[in-house]
């Protein structure tokens, strides 16, 4: 069996550092965007270790709306966290459980876990959400609120804080299905 040799593309100087040429600069880039990330995921996930008091935050909504919570005094907070793959079921979920509450009750809010997103691509993202301004989502760019409570491997999660900021349950949401007990569960916890 015969290798063929690999050809690395031209070096040349330029002030005493030897550069690569631009193709194969590109190609190394390409193969590195594709290894990082499949690497970094192999030295292990974590799946969420919710806080027992709701992190400070002060995120923006796609409308660049203020959502902090401070807006959460002496009041509950549903907080749902969604990474990529649980999008769509975050805004069923939000949807489902905002019509089971009464509407002075406790406050839902759905967060976007975009940690990790490229800054370039931030503008793309932001205009994927929904355009609706009843259907705002907190995005979390730095992880701020969403690492602490979802991790990075779980798509779904529904963390319930009482008035005081104290955990009083979570729980990973099905990414398929809004099933009524565990939506019951949610609404109880939160009347509490």
Known sequence: MTVAPVEAGP?????GVMQQG????????????????????????????VPERLPAYRLLDQFNRLV??????????????????GAEAAERWTQRIRAALTPSGPSVIPVADLAGAPRLLRGLIRGMFPRDSSAAVALDWEGVIGRPIRGDRAPLIAA????DGRLRAWMTLSTKTEDQVTLQRIVALANL
């Open 11 to 15: 070096i040349t100087t330029r002030g």
């Open 160 to 163: 319930v804080y009482g008035a």
């Open 22 to 49: 631009r193709g194969q600069f590109c190609r190394t880039l390409g193969v590195l965007t594709l290894l990082v990330p499949s690497v970094l995921a192999a030295q292990g996930t974590r799946g969420p270790t």
């Open 68 to 85: 902090t919570d401070s807006a959460l005094v002496r009041r509950a907070s549903v907080i749902i966290v969604a990474g990529r793959t």
